[in-house]
Structures are given as C-alpha cells and as structure tokens.
C-alpha cells in the first residue's frame, strides 16, 4: 500500500503592523478633529436691525452677468470707472467700496473692477455675491 505523508499546515498569522499603522492613524484623525469646548472663537454678530445703513453712504458697485458695471445705479464704463470712483472719493470722507456681482461675472472683469477702484483711491472693500 501507499504511504501518505501527512504534511503540517502553517497557522495563519494576522500580519499586526498594518493594523496598528491604521489604528494610529485614525487616532491622530480624530485628535486634530475633535472640537473642544473654549477652542473656537466668540463672535457677536450684529442684529439685522441694528445694521441699517443708508445707500447713499454706500458707494455700491454692480456688475451683472453680461458684463455691464454700474456705480450707484449708474451705467459706467470700465475705462471710466477709475474717473467716476475718484469723483467719488473726493465727496466722500469713506473710502470703502462694496461689489456686488452676479453668479456668473467673469473673474478677469472683477479683478480688473477692484484694481481700478484701489487705483481710484479705495482702501476698503466689500463683497457681495
């Protein structure tokens, strides 16, 4: 007859050096996500009413999505709206600006919106989308 060797098999063996590499992973995870009370900044935001500011004190300008910039409800050029700015600087002791644009305003004509209004004199902007 026939003689069959028994041959042993290995034990399995969970390899443990992958796991723990994920095991310590995650705990820096959740150790830089994990929000701790007096960690984050107090803020008091303003009421809605107590925010009321009049647009004539406002030097608002708009560009909507065809291109087209207006200063205060006024159909400007670009090419004039350093000079119209200015003039507007001039009347005024604030020289803050907020722009306003639409949705799909192309980023170039933006751009270009604040470089002329600094030019013109602005030193504070704000945004409005």
């Known amino acids: ?13 969970a390899d443990m050096a992958p796991l723990i590499d994920v095991v ?3 705990l820096i995870f959740f150790m830089l996500t994990f929000a701790l009370p ?14 009321v500011v009049s ?4 030097l608002i300008v708009r560009i909507d999505n065809f291109g087209i910039i207006t200063v205060n409800d006024e ?4 090419g004039v709206l350093i000079d119209k700015l200015r003039d ?14 639409a949705n799909k305003t192309a ?23």
């Open 75 to 78: 159909v400007i050029a670009l």
């Open 1 to 13: 007859m026939f003689q069959f060797e028994i041959r042993k098999k290995k034990r399995f063996k």
């Open 55 to 58: 647009d004539q004190s406002q």
């Open 38 to 51: 007096g960690q984050g900044m107090n803020l008091d935001l303003p009421n809605k009413s107590s925010t």
């Open 107 to 129: 980023y170039d004509l933006f751009v270009s919106v604040i470089d002329k209004a600094r030019q013109a004199g602005a030193n504070e902007f704000s945004l409005i989308m």
């Open 24 to 26: 310590f992973l995650l």
């Open 88 to 101: 507007e600087f001039d009347q005024r002791s604030d020289k803050s600006v907020s722009i306003e644009t």
